[in-house]
Nanobody, 113 residues
Framework: QVQLVESGGGLVQAGESLRLSCRASGSIYVLGWYRQAPGKQREMVAVVPSGGRTNYADSVKGRFTISRDSGKNTVLLQMNSLKPEDTAVYYC??????????WGQGTQVTVSS
């Protein structure tokens, strides 16, 4: 059973930065982050498969950077130049080698204008 432990998040002003961290247990193929704003569907922010290319949502390209430490089974999301529209609950996402998905408990990111 994969477990995900998230940290980071909080309240910042527009233009500032935050970093999210997630540590996974178990054997993981894909690690990444999704987010869900009030009244909206959950959307992919950035994902990185083991040994593969990272994938970013167009809305965060050039501002967010995802990095993965496979040895520690952790994934970091560095969020720069934050905008109010980045406000959401951010969820750590993992998929094992069979394709089964797992989710973290979610962490709130609020960006004030």
């Amino acid at each position: 059973q994969v477990q995900l432990v998230e940290s980071g998040g909080g309240l910042v002003q527009a233009g500032e930065s935050l970093r999210l961290s997630c540590r996974a247990s178990g054997s993981i193929y894909v690690l990444g982050w999704y987010r869900q704003a009030p009244g909206k569907q959950r959307e992919m922010v950035a994902v990185v498969p083991s040994g593969g290319r990272t994938n970013y949502a167009d809305s965060v390209k050039g501002r967010f950077t995802i990095s993965r430490d496979s040895g520690k089974n952790t994934v970091l999301l560095q969020m720069n130049s934050l905008k109010p529209e980045d406000t959401a609950v951010y969820y750590c996402y993992a998929a094992d080698w069979s394709g089964k998905a797992y989710w973290g408990q979610g962490t709130q990111v609020t960006v004030s204008s």
